[in-house]
């Protein structure tokens, strides 16, 4: 008994302050814990909508599983670019939600210059999405959206993929990208 508790104890401290950390490291996902953040991000989705269709953009919210976790993702584009096979996968930065970026013109922008799609999510335990965020969860997250976008048969048939990353999104798209072979 007084070996496992000397072995299994340390464990948990380790994995107390993991987490603790995790919460600090992306605050958004301790306001996600609460409900006092479902209301807003309503409110904010509904704005979203008079955003993006002022600006010619159509958008579809899906979920995609990783793992066990649900993440909430939505893709968007131009009536004129769907079909053209590129596609720009955005990271948040840190306490950043796909929502506060979609109503900002600066992520429209982006993909209108670049006559481009674009898939942005958030990462699991933020927002909507399920799951409790580490940088192998957000990793996996960010893989998962390529494979999406790759997939010619369930998914978007991308010929040719931008990233863009903010913050903490360049992070986890380089910690991604370290360990997988684009097609």
């Not at 948990?12 to 953040?37: C, D, W």
């Not at 959206?145 to 903490?168: P, R, T």
Request: net charge positive; glycine share 8%.
């Amino acid at each position: 008994k007084q070996i496992l508790s000397f072995i299994i104890f340390p464990i948990g401290i380790y994995n107390f302050f993991h987490a603790l950390a995790g919460l600090a490291i992306i605050p958004s996902t301790f306001v996600s814990l609460s409900n006092r953040i479902i209301s807003p991000l309503k409110n904010i989705r509904c704005k979203i909508c008079d955003n993006i269709s002022k600006a010619l953009f159509k958008y579809k919210r899906i979920t995609i599983e990783v793992d066990g976790n649900k993440i909430d993702t939505i893709i968007l584009g131009r009536p004129s670019t769907f079909n053209n096979g590129r596609w720009c996968i955005a990271t948040n930065g840190n306490a950043e939600f796909y929502e506060n970026k979609l109503n900002s013109n600066e992520f429209k922008d982006i993909l209108y210059n670049l006559n481009t799609n674009g898939i942005i999510f958030n990462y699991p335990g933020v927002g909507m999405s399920s799951g409790f965020p580490s940088r192998q969860a957000m990793s996996k997250a960010y893989k998962a959206m390529l494979a999406f976008a790759e997939d010619n048969e369930n998914g978007l048939a991308a010929k040719e993929i931008i990233s863009y990353g903010h913050s903490i999104g360049g992070g986890v798209q380089g910690d991604a990208l370290n360990s997988i072979k684009l097609k």
